[in-house]
């Protein structure tokens, strides 16, 4: 699969504005159409009027946590991709947010290779089972 036809929209969601930053770069590099969000709340009200391909989700966020705005992305878009980001290093929690929607688990911190890599997966995971 050429990398053109997995180009997508993609939600940064970090509170952290350097991460943000790093990794909207990153993938925008690789030809994604990148809108970073500073937190859950501001990641909700994008996703009520846009639809994106993926997100990554930081999970520790002032306001709104990551596990509660990952419910409440998989009740607004169940079939959207979530990859976490975190730097819970624990697989207790690995496998909670798992079961709870995730797609993917990424320990900060990780490369921009890990990231654009996930990105990648999870986007041509997703179009084999929609092409199915």
């Known amino acids: 699969m050429e990398r053109a036809e997995m180009v997508g ?3 940064v969601v970090d509170d952290e504005p350097n991460v943000r ?3 909207s770069k990153a993938l925008q590099k690789e030809g994604y159409e990148v809108y970073p969000a500073e937190d859950g709340r501001e990641a909700l009200e994008m996703l009520k009027c846009r639809d994106f391909d993926l997100t990554f989700l ?3 966020m002032p306001k709104i946590s990551g596990e509660e705005v990952l419910a409440r992305m998989r009740e607004m878009k169940p079939e959207m991709p979530v990859i976490v980001l975190t730097a ?3 697989s207790v929690t690995e496998h909670q947010l ?3 929607g995730a797609s993917a688990y990424l320990k ?3 490369s921009l290779d890990d990231v654009v890599g ?3 997966r999870v986007l041509n995971r997703q179009q084999t089972k929609s092409s199915n």
């Open 88 to 90: 819970i290093h624990d």
């Open 58 to 60: 930081d999970i520790l």
């Open 108 to 110: 900060k911190p990780c």
């Open 21 to 23: 930053s790093v990794i």
């Open 9 to 11: 929209k993609v939600l």
């Open 98 to 100: 798992i079961d709870a």
């Open 118 to 120: 996930a990105a990648n």
